[in-house]
């Protein structure tokens, strides 16, 4: 994990309120529908002013902290919400100070390693902590970072690493 400046994103695509422990239970888990959805072929053709062809899952709404419930959408990275397609959401992501977390190798396999990097990071009290307002992933061809928001004031003087890149 490090220290980086996430810049402000427009993010078109599907919601669902869930929880991680509803997702460890696969009779109630939203997720694999959802990612089913987000992911099949021309699921985003139809939405205009797409800026790259990433896939982005942003988390927002955070009940308390990684143990209660929030909102993901998964979807697309827009230059306007204009035109808003039937069935999705449209959510601004603010820029500011966050961790990345890089993961390479196969995929979903990363990405929960990933995230259970980032859940001993907030469960051992690791400083930056955790805002829990806005988290994204953005989904790319070489793998999916994650940006996380910090507390802030709570930055290092000068940015450094604070712990190494997940990779399969």
């Known amino acids: 994990m490090f220290i980086v400046e996430r810049p402000?994103?427009?993010?078109?695509?599907?919601?669902?309120?869930?929880?991680?422990?509803?997702?460890?239970?696969?009779?109630?888990a939203q997720l694999p529908a959802l990612w089913g959805r987000a992911g099949a072929p021309g699921a985003f053709a139809h939405v205009p002013g797409r800026v790259d062809e990433n896939l982005y899952a942003v988390l927002i709404d955070y009940e308390s902290d990684h143990q209660g419930a929030y909102t993901q959408i998964v979807g697309v990275a827009v230059r306007t919400?204009?035109?808003?397609?039937?069935?999705?959401?449209?959510?601004?992501?603010?820029?500011?100070?966050?961790?990345?977390?890089?993961?390479?190798?196969?995929?979903?396999?990363?990405?929960?390693?990933?995230?259970?990097?980032?859940?001993?990071?907030?469960?051992?009290?690791g400083v930056p902590a955790r805002a829990f307002t806005t988290d994204l992933?953005?989904?790319?061809?070489?793998?999916?970072?994650?940006?996380?928001?910090?507390?802030?004031?709570?930055?290092?003087?000068?940015?450094?690493p604070v712990a190494d890149r997940v990779q399969a």
């Open 137 to 160: 992933e953005v989904h790319h061809a070489a793998g999916v970072d994650l940006y996380l928001a910090v507390l802030p004031g709570q930055l290092p003087a000068a940015p450094a």
């Open 81 to 125: 919400a204009a035109g808003l397609p039937e069935g999705m959401v449209a959510v601004r992501v603010p820029g500011v100070q966050t961790l990345k977390v890089e993961a390479h190798g196969p995929m979903p396999q990363v990405l929960i390693e990933a995230w259970q990097q980032v859940w001993r990071h907030t469960e051992s009290g």
């Open 8 to 28: 402000e994103l427009l993010v078109v695509g599907y919601a669902v309120r869930t929880s991680n422990a509803a997702e460890a239970d696969p009779s109630r």
